[in-house]
């Protein structure tokens, strides 16, 4: 199993938030990402703990050392569907793992949503070791025409420190 989980919250492939995905599955070894909007959506809306899709996802979490947590950010707060996922994971499901939570949002304005939303979130989930987390601007991450992304050198570099303790900590 890959060393690094990629919990990917957005709700299509669309999203920013995949081109923080892209990046770090580029940039990393060992990394596996799950795209929560490619889960059965029966399943998530009616928390099927029971689902062979639901509980194949959960081992591989279970079997990571770090799972990296990105959404973006509606409402000043992480996606419905991340936490709906999120809920299916079993109480102490990110236990001895290093969190790293990524956001992407409109504006500033909501930079604390992953301090006072996702941060608690993921500590009820058994995460003790948490980075600091990362909230990027939609205008940071450019889409380009033929469906790519580019993303400012001074949020790679914001990513790539993150990610440097990351690695670190699961060596």
């Known amino acids: 199993?890959?060393?690094i989980v990629i919990i990917n919250g957005a709700n299509?492939?669309?999203s920013r938030v995949s081109a923080v995905q892209q990046?770090?599955?580029?940039?990393?070894?060992?990394?596996?990402?799950i795209e929560v909007f490619k889960?059965?959506?029966?399943?998530?809306?009616t928390a099927n703990f029971n689902s062979e899709h639901i509980q194949s996802?959960?081992?591989?979490?279970?079997?990571?050392?770090?799972?990296v947590v990105i959404t973006p950010v509606y409402k000043a707060a992480y996606t419905g569907i991340l936490k709906t996922y999120l809920d299916l994971?079993?109480?102490?499901?990110?236990?001895?793992?290093?969190?790293?939570p990524i956001a992407v949002g409109g504006s500033l304005a909501h930079l604390l949503s992953l301090e006072y939303a996702l941060k608690p979130l993921l500590s009820v989930l058994g995460a003790t070791t948490i980075l600091h987390p990362v909230y990027l601007i939609d205008k940071q991450i450019e889409r380009i025409d033929n469906g790519s992304?580019?993303?400012?050198?001074?949020?790679?570099?914001?990513?790539?420190?993150?990610l440097n303790?990351?690695?670190h900590a699961t060596i």
């Open 1 to 3: 199993m890959s060393r």
């Open 12 to 14: 299509a492939a669309s």
């Open 23 to 33: 990046y770090i599955e580029q940039t990393m070894n060992d990394v596996t990402s």
């Open 39 to 45: 889960l059965p959506a029966d399943d998530l809306l």
């Open 57 to 67: 996802v959960n081992q591989i979490v279970e079997k990571a050392e770090s799972v």
């Open 89 to 100: 994971l079993p109480q102490k499901g990110l236990e001895n793992k290093t969190i790293l």
């Open 149 to 162: 992304f580019i993303i400012e050198k001074e949020v790679i570099q914001r990513l790539e420190k993150e």
């Open 165 to 167: 303790k990351l690695l």
